[in-house]
């Protein structure tokens, strides 16, 4: 039988800044995890480069919460976005600030973010069971004693689970922290993929024809079974094998799939390749374009990448090769709406096991918003993608669990310093 002051489940970001904010509480703290290694998914994120933080300011980050950002003004205020960044500076890995505030170690490495993180668990004398699946939780009138796993016994006045979701289950993330969550008597919302590759069964996604393009700062919108506008975001776009990737894609994946299920089918995007200029400032441009002997794919050149151009102009059906001053306004205005509203039938996102982060979870009305216990069970914390939260990348979902796991930690300390 081990006794500890604080249990944390769950070596992510935020099990693992859960445990060093406890342990520097002055808590005696048991870190246990079913992976060999600390860090899994914190090794994937940012394209193994780790985008620890974004820079803006904490209204920003709520902003780009879009599932129940306003949940953690509380949080916010005694761990913030900026603390997340004095922690890595004065431990040793310092970071750097590239565009959208996304802060990244300098080094480029995600192991700098989980070696930093590892060293400060083993200074401040965190006990890590690595290996350890934890089965269920001890609970006893309505109150957490400790958790059990296969093979052993831990009791703790307060437990902290941040087992995350169940988006990148190879990781570890297999749901369990729910099942942990239901036994406390916890309601889980309905789970969804955000932050999820968007999948198209158009005819000129099945056959390539635009793979591999990647866009600049367009913009994505996503109109619903009535023809309106529900969202759109400014970001980057990928075209690949089976639809579209990229941050735009990705911010509109969650969107998408509650319209799915809404309706029950697919979900257009409109695809803004001119966000910055207005239909009638490109119809004038396009109108001088015109104005030469030249082809209509010489004139138009350096518009758009050549096969997107190319494939555009087919879409308004003008031939490449006609020459540009034989165009009329309608053909220009058909040209020009596709340029600015490209529409783009989805079908589905990847599925929550392979997306970036999960939507839905533990229901936040069960969850004191000041310390991140139970308002059903006393002494059980939860943190992370496991609470009904959800960011956009950028650095904000990894935001949210270093700042939830920071704050679970403290008031999990100070409990134990209660009974």
């Not at 070596?11 to 060093?20: H, N, R, T």
């Not at 620890?52 to 916010?76: D, K, M, Y």
């Not at 009791?155 to 169940?166: N, R």
């Not at 989805?346 to 069960?366: A, H």
């Amino acid at each position: 039988m081990n006794k500890f002051d604080v249990i944390v489940v769950g070596a992510g970001p935020s099990g693992m800044m859960a445990a060093i904010s406890a342990a520097e509480n002055g808590a005696k703290v048991a870190l246990i995890d079913k992976n060999k290694r600390v860090g899994k998914k914190l090794l994937l994120t940012g394209g193994g480069r780790c985008n620890v933080t974004n820079r803006q300011s904490v209204e920003e980050i709520i902003s780009n919460v879009p599932g129940n950002g306003r949940f953690l003004h509380s949080a916010f205020t005694q761990f913030s976005n900026l603390d997340i960044i004095n922690f890595f500076e004065q431990n040793g890995a310092p970071l750097k600030e590239e565009d959208h505030g996304r802060m990244f170690p300098v080094t480029n490495k995600s192991q700098t973010i989980v070696d930093t993180l590892s060293k400060r668990l083993l200074q401040l004398g965190v006990n890590l069971f690595s290996s350890s699946t934890v089965k269920k939780l001890l609970v006893t009138n309505n109150t957490v004693i400790g958790a059990e796993t296969e093979t052993t016994s831990f009791l703790a006045s307060s437990v902290i689970l941040s087992t995350g979701g169940k988006a990148y289950s190879s990781t570890g993330s297999t749901g369990d922290g729910y099942l942990f969550a239901q036994m406390a008597g916890h309601t889980i919302t309905p789970l969804y993929a955000t932050e999820s590759a968007l999948i198209s069964h158009e005819k000129f996604i099945l056959d390539k024809t635009l793979q591999g393009i990647s866009l600049r700062e367009v913009e994505l919108s996503v109109k619903n079974a009535k023809g309106k506008i529900i969202v759109k975001h400014r970001h980057d776009l990928l075209f690949t094998h089976f639809g579209l990737s990229g941050p735009a894609a990705l911010r509109c994946s969650s969107f998408i799939n509650k319209c799915l299920e809404k309706d029950g089918q697919s979900v257009t995007v409109l695809l803004d390749n001119f966000p910055k200029s207005s239909s009638n400032e490109l119809l004038t441009d396009l109108t001088k374009r015109s104005k030469t002997d030249k082809s209509v794919k010489n004139a138009f050149s350096g518009l758009l990448q050549e096969r997107l151009l190319l494939f555009l102009l087919c879409q308004a059906e003008i031939s490449s090769e006609l020459p540009a001053k034989q165009l009329n306004s309608k053909q220009l205005e058909i040209f020009v709406s596709l340029l600015k509203a490209f529409p783009i039938k989805i079908d589905s996102t990847f599925p929550i096991e392979k997306s970036f982060v999960t939507g839905g979870g533990v229901s936040l009305k069960e969850i004191n918003p000041k310390t991140l216990e139970s308002k059903l069970t006393d002494g059980l914390y939860m943190t992370g993608e496991l609470l009904d939260i959800n960011g956009y990348t950028g650095g904000y979902n990894v935001t949210c669990a270093f700042v939830t796991g920071w704050v679970a930690g403290f008031h999990a300390a100070e409990n134990t310093k209660r009974t």
